[in-house]
C-alpha cells in the first residue's frame, strides 16, 4: 500500500520567515496531494492541493511543488504569521488516501 | 449546507460498554470515512465506504465496525470498548468523480472518547 513520509515533524521559525514541509510518497499511481491544516482541538482543513498534471500550485503566501519522478512534495509558507502555527498534515491519493505523520509549526512572533 | 456533522461532541464509556457515533453529510458525496486521531498524533484510518452498501477497512479497523445503508449516514460502532480506544474520531466525506478524480476531504467536528 501507499506510504507517506512527512518531515520535520517539528518547526519554529521567526514571523516573517519561510517555512518548508516536505513528503515522499511510495506509490506512482497516486494523483492528488491535499495539504490540510489542523489548529489546536479543531477538525483538519484543506488550504492547498495538486494533482499529478501539475508541477506548481500557488495560493497567496502558500505554494506546493511536485515531483513526480522522486516522488515527493513540499508546502511552503512565505511571509509567515502567528496564525499560521498549527498542525500540517500532507496526503497521498489513489485509491485511498494516506496522510503523513504531520508537522507541528511553531512562528515566533 | 451543514457539510459533514458528528454527534455526540464528547462521551465517556466504561469498559466493555458499546455505542455508536454518528456521521452524517449533505453534500451527496461518495466516499465517506472514519479516522481517529490520538493526542499529538496522525491521522488513522479505521474504514471507509465508497458508497452506499461498500465499506472496506482502513488500517486500525480491530474493534469497531461501520455500515453504510445510504449516502448520506455513515456511523461508526464501537463493542466492547478498551481504554485503548480513547481518542478523538473524525469523520470526513469527498467526492470522486468520473475518472477516478479525487477531491478534498471534509471533516466533521470530531467526537472526543474516554473510555475509562
Known amino acids: 500500500g501507499e506510504n507517506v513520509e512527512q518531515h520535520p515533524s517539528t518547526l519554529s521559525v521567526q514571523e516573517g520567515d519561510s517555512a518548508v514541509i516536505k513528503c515522499t510518497y511510495s506509490?506512482?499511481?497516486?494523483?492528488?496531494f491535499p495539504w490540510y491544516k489542523q489548529e489546536l482541538g479543531k477538525r483538519p482543513q484543506l488550504i492547498i492541493d495538486?494533482?499529478?498534471?501539475?508541477g506548481e500550485k500557488k495560493d497567496q503566501r502558500i505554494a506546493v511543488t511536485l515531483n513526480k519522478t522522486a516522488k515527493h512534495f513540499s508546502l511552503h509558507i512565505t511571509e509567515t504569521q502567528p496564525e499560521d502555527s498549527a498542525v500540517y498534515f500532507c496526503?497521498?491519493?489513489?485509491?485511498?488516501?494516506?496522510f503523513g505523520t504531520g508537522t507541528k509549526l511553531q512562528v515566533i512572533p | 449546507n451543514a457539510g459533514v456533522t458528528q454527534t455526540p461532541k464528547f462521551r465517556i464509556l466504561k469498559i466493555g460498554q458499546s455505542m455508536t457515533l454518528q456521521c452524517a453529510q449533505d453534500?451527496?458525496?461518495?466516499?465517506m470515512y472514519w479516522y481517529r486521531q490520538d493526542p499529538g498524533m496522525g491521522l488513522k484510518l479505521i474504514y471507509y465506504?465508497?458508497?452506499?452498501?461498500?465499506?472496506d477497512k482502513g488500517e486500525v479497523p480491530n474493534g469497531y465496525n461501520v455500515s453504510r445503508s445510504t449516502t448520506e449516514d455513515f456511523p461508526l460502532r464501537l463493542e466492547l470498548a478498551a481504554p485503548s480506544q480513547t481518542s478523538v474520531y473524525f469523520c470526513?466525506?469527498?467526492?470522486?468523480?468520473?475518472?477516478?478524480?479525487?477531491?478534498?476531504?471534509?471533516f466533521g467536528p470530531g467526537t472526543r472518547l474516554t473510555v475509562l
Open positions: 470526513a466525506s469527498s467526492l470522486l468523480t468520473s475518472g477516478g478524480i479525487y477531491n478534498e476531504q471534509f
Open positions: 506509490d506512482s499511481a497516486s494523483n492528488y
Open positions: 495538486i494533482r499529478s498534471n501539475v
Open positions: 496526503a497521498a491519493s489513489y485509491q485511498k488516501v494516506t
Open positions: 453534500m451527496n458525496h461518495n466516499y
Open positions: 465506504s465508497v458508497g452506499a452498501g461498500i465499506t
